[in-house]
Each structure stands twice: as structure tokens, then as C-alpha cells.
């Protein structure tokens, strides 16, 4: 699937010369010596409990006391040869299950992991500002109560978030004064890998306090104390608001005489003069607290998934404790459902009624609304502008099945190497990571290979609806689905049209044969997709289609046109 992804694309972009190529965002244009990268940015400092809890599983008794800690993060920018002075910015937080590498069981869980270090560099080439930023970790795994173990990673998730928040402020505040990155403080987005997509999607999406109250039907477990059914876990008088904007002086008396660790008190505010918004959120695997958070007129959502992802769930389910297989998060919601309904709620309608006529959006939508199985029983695809999934080979073991394409790592550097803590026999976090990544337990070359084959079909995905989201002038290369782009086509006719039941699609002398037919109503939902058609003619059945106009985009062996259709 990697391949035919990427060398489709490749194909129309070499074909494509003088309108996509070299096109600053969508493609890259500048080189590796051309950019910068700035190591070590403290953004924020802020209250941290990572260290007490390591050292609390680690048997040190009594272990250090939580702590004020400075949060850095490394920044990818083109360098001295760029002269725009108002870039978007991309803020990228990492994966690590909110533990640091190899006490998570993996050898990836920081800002230098090669995934992260690759896709930024590769933003950075297209023109952005890319920060890959660390937030703070921290939680309970191994309690026995389920409570400990959700309470704890819903307020790392908390923290993470305000995090994130904080990273956003540090570059507005910057823009204000010095602008060091030349940012366009009002063109930022989100990228959040794993357990940072469960950050940024908490970010763009946990706006009303009500959302981590009580949440009807579901059960008191979820984010709320059962001991105290009406205390949410995460206490904002303890860990601060929203925002994270307001300081609470540092108090560990309830915690000292408790040991629980949601009894830690303090928060720092940080910058809290600049916004802390977003224009758009891009998860590369995690998933969504909750469904409740979605509401109409949020910001748009791009969501790359794999479809058998064993941890984050695809659609709607559990999250589950990767090490030891304990439920944390009930009823969490991945970007299968999420793209669904963000498109329902009309907030892509930014990039959703463009016509992107590349290969690899064909290949990506054919993909959509299958049922796949996905043992014990199957699992739709789903569909969604925004949305690309990844259909991996099923493993035996269900925990075994692939999530995170697009990682990789060296078998060889000290996290990979190292035990993975509590493994009886010893196992290092190589192994436990690539017995769930066949390609990197087929070797660190063919691990890389496969990894940068998936970032790519990444970028080539997302980069045009980026430039779209944020209202970037690329945005302009695509043309919109409605009757001023409709264009005469000297490829194919369509007959009889207007019509009252069926239209038929043909190709005209000289062109080889019909590939595909893509039908969109007049707001830019698509609601016919023929795929591998692959012969000169096809019949569009209206089926259930209101009558109207409708737009096709028909993909032949020579490009791509649209026409206007009517079923009357």
C-alpha cells in the first residue's frame, strides 16, 4: 500500500510541473543545508510530578517531592535565504504514553525521536516553522485500581494539554516582541503523534469545563471519582484552568499526607497574556477523550490511523495500558469517527469541497467505509474529508497489530537496547516495540525504508489541506467543487444529462480507458465514489440522489476534469 501511495503521487507531481511543483507548503523547497534547527528551547516551565513517580515505581522510598521543571523544545525553520517574515507554524507533539522512553516499554517517547525529527525537518523544507515540543508525563500504569490509572493519565493528558497551550503562547508572545521565527501568529496548527495526538485533539477540542464532568450513560469511572461521584479527577483549583493561565503557588501538604498523587497542588502561568487558539489539528494515531467534546463550528481536523491501531481506538472503544493490557480510558473515539463527524458538523468545509486530482487522495477514499476484520469481529474504515487510514497486514495477536507506521528507531541506540523495567525475562524495548512493527523487526534499514515510505504519504496528504485549513494562498491551486470551476472536457461525454436515472460516463477517441468517478453534491459532500473502473464507459446510477446538480470529477488515462451532471 506504501508504495502505491507514494509513487502515485510522485508520478503526478512530476507531471505536474509549473503548478505543484515547487510550490512553497505543498512541496519542498529548501534544501537540508537550508534549514535551521534550534535545540533546547525552554518554552515553559511548570509543576511536574514525572520524577516522583519514576521513582516511586522504582521502589525509592520516599520518593522526590513534585517540582518546578523547565519544558524545551526543538525548533525546524528555513534559514537566512527565506525571506517571508509570516510563517505558519506547526507545533508537533510526540508520542511516549506519557512516560519517558523505555519506562513506557518502547524505545521512542521524546522530541528526538527519528519520526519527529523526520517530519519536522521535512515541514521545515516546505517553508513552515516546525517546534517538536515535550510536555509533561507522568502517571500510575501498574495500579491496581482502575481509578489510580485513569485518574493519573487523565490529568498527565490534563497537563499535557495546557502544555501545548503554553508552547502556542511562547511563540505569539515572541511574534509580539523580537517575532525570532517569523511566525504568522495567526496560522497555527497542531500535530500530535500517539499520545500527543490525545494532547492536541484535548487541546483543539476540551473547551467547556462541563466536558470533564459528568457524563451521563457512561458510568461514574470515567472522568470522575466513584468515591466522590460529583469531583471530577482533574481538579482545576489543584492543576489550574483550561489555559493553565492562572498561578497557584506550589502545595504538597495534601499530597504528602495522602500519597495521591491528584492531590498535588500548583500551577504557573505562562505567558497568559497571549491566546492559547488554534486553526487546525492533525493527530497521527491517539484518539479523542471523548465523542461529547465534537461540537459544530470547531476548528477542522485532519486524522491519520491505523485502522487495527491494538491501543488507540480506530473507531469508538477502550484505551488500553500498551505494557500490561488494564483499561484506562472507556469509550476514548479515534479519527474513523472523528472525521465522520467533523465533516457532518461542516467544520472541514475549509478543504472539503476542494478537488485535490492526485493519485494518492484516489487511493486514500477508495480505502473508505470498508469493513475490514479486525479479530474477534471487523471494523469499518470509515470515511470523512480529512481522513486517512492505514489497513496494515492483521497479526495473530491482536496486541501485536501495527499502529504507528511511520515509527522508527535504531535497534542499537541506548533506548532501544535498554530493559524495558518489570519484564520477566528481560526484554529490551526493541523487542517489545517491533513485535507490533514487522517492518523494524526486519532490520533498521528495512524499518527506515517502510517508516519514510509512510511519512511521505503522510506529507503528500495532509500538506494540501494544511495550506487550505489555514487559508494560505496555495490553497488556491485546487480548484473548489461548484459551477465556476466546472470545466469542458475534451476526455469523455456524459449522457443524456440532465437525466432522470442513469448517466453514462464515456471516454472520447484518443483516451485509453476511465479510471475512476468521484460524484459531489453542491456543498462539497461526496456521495458516489466508482474506483478501478479501468474500461472506456460506466453508467452513474442515481439510486437514492435527491434530484439537482451534481459535479463529477472523472479521472481518465489523460488527467483529470470535472462536469456538471443533473438528475432531474
Not at 525571506?83 to 504514553?97: H, K, S, W
Not at 482502575?146 to 495546557?162: E, F
Not at 481522513?387 to 515509527?407: D, K, M
Amino acid at each position: 500500500m506504501k508504495h502505491l501511495f507514494t509513487s502515485a503521487c510522485a508520478f503526478f507531481l512530476l507531471i505536474s510541473a509549473g503548478t505543484l511543483n515547487a510550490q512553497r507548503y505543498v512541496t519542498e523547497v529548501f534544501s537540508d543545508a537550508e534549514i535551521t534547527i534550534t535545540n533546547n528551547v525552554t518554552y515553559a516551565e511548570n509543576i511536574s510530578i514525572e520524577n516522583t513517580i519514576l521513582a516511586a515505581l522504582s521502589g525509592i522510598n520516599p520518593p522526590p517531592a513534585p517540582d518546578t521543571v523547565g519544558i524545551m523544545m526543538d525548533i525546524y525553520a528555513p534559514g537566512a535565504s527565506d525571506t517571508e517574515t509570516a510563517r505558519p507554524l506547526i507545533i508537533y507533539l510526540p508520542t511516549g504514553n506519557f512516560l519517558p522512553p523505555v519506562v513506557n516499554g518502547a524505545p521512542t517517547g521524546s522530541r528526538k525521536d527519528s519520526a519527529a525529527v523526520n517530519i519536522a525537518k521535512q515541514l521545515a523544507k516546505r517553508g513552515y516553522v516546525c517546534a517538536v515540543a515535550d510536555y509533561r508525563k507522568g502517571w500510575v500504569p501498574v495500579s491496581p485500581s482502575q481509578i489510580v490509572r485513569t485518574g493519573t493519565i487523565l490529568n498527565a493528558a490534563y497537563r499535557g494539554m495546557q502544555d501545548s497551550k503554553a508552547a502556542v503562547r511562547y511563540f505569539r508572545a515572541d511574534n509580539a516582541g523580537a517575532n525570532t521565527y517569523a511566525i504568522d501568529p495567526n496560522k497555527v496548527a497542531l500535530l500530535g503523534e500517539g499520545t500527543g495526538g490525545y494532547v492536541a485533539m484535548a487541546h483543539a477540542f476540551l473547551d467547556q469545563p462541563g466536558k470533564i464532568g459528568r457524563l451521563p450513560g457512561l458510568g461514574d469511572d470515567k472522568f470522575l471519582r466513584t468515591q466522590a461521584p460529583d469531583s471530577s479527577v482533574i481538579d482545576t483549583n489543584r492543576v489550574g484552568n483550561f489555559d493553565g493561565t492562572n498561578n497557584i503557588p506550589l502545595n504538597l501538604l495534601d499530597f504528602a499526607t495522602t500519597g495521591d498523587f491528584l492531590k498535588v497542588t500548583g500551577n504557573v502561568a505562562n505567558n497568559p497574556g497571549f491566546s492559547s487558539d488554534v486553526q487546525l489539528v492533525i493527530n497521527l494515531g491517539g484518539a479523542l477523550g471523548d465523542t461529547s467534546w465534537l461540537d459544530a463550528g470547531q476548528i477542522p481536523m485532519l486524522g491519520i490511523h491505523a485502522v487495527r491501531d491494538p491501543n488507540a481506538p480506530y473507531q469508538i472503544g477502550d484505551v488500553i495500558v500498551p505494557t500490561t493490557g488494564d483499561l484506562v480510558i472507556p469509550f476514548a473515539s479515534g479519527a474513523g469517527f472523528n472525521l465522520t463527524k467533523a465533516n457532518e458538523y461542516g467544520n472541514n468545509a475549509s478543504f472539503a469541497n476542494k478537488i485535490y486530482p492526485d493519485a494518492i487522495t484516489a487511493a486514500i477514499e477508495a480505502r473508505y467505509n470498508q469493513e475490514i476484520p479486525f479479530a474477534p469481529s471487523t471494523i469499518n474504515t470509515g470515511s470523512g474529508k480529512g481522513l486517512l487510514p492505514f489497513i496494515l497486514t492483521e497479526a495473530a495477536v491482536r496486541p501485536f497489530n501495527h499502529g504507528s507506521p511511520w515509527q522508527f528507531w535504531n535497534s542499537n541506540q541506548p533506548t532501544a537496547a535498554a530493559t524495558v523495567p518489570g519484564t520477566n525475562p528481560p526484554v529490551t524495548a526493541h523487542q517489545a516495540s517491533a513485535a507490533s512493527n514487522p517492518f523494524m523487526a526486519a532490520g533498521n534499514t528495512e524499518g527506515r525504508n517502510a517508516a519514510l515510505a509512510y511519512i511521505d504519504t503522510i506529507q503528500q496528504f495532509i500538506n494540501p489541506r494544511i495550506v487550505c485549513a489555514l487559508g494560505l494562498a496555495e490553497c488556491d491551486l485546487y480548484e473548489t467543487i461548484g459551477f465556476n470551476d466546472v470545466v469542458n472536457t475534451n476526455q469523455f461525454v456524459a449522457y443524456p444529462n440532465p437525466s432522470k436515472n442513469i448517466i453514462n460516463i464515456q471516454v472520447k477517441a484518443g483516451v485509453a480507458s476511465l479510471n475512476s468517478v468521484r460524484l459531489f453534491d453542491m456543498t462539497g459532500r461526496e456521495v458516489m465514489n466508482i474506483q478501478g473502473i479501468n474500461a472506456p464507459s460506466v453508467q452513474l446510477n442515481r439510486g437514492n440522489l435527491s434530484s439537482g446538480i451534481y459535479i463529477a470529477s472523472v479521472q481518465t488515462s489523460k488527467g483529470t476534469s470535472q462536469v456538471r451532471l443533473v438528475f432531474e
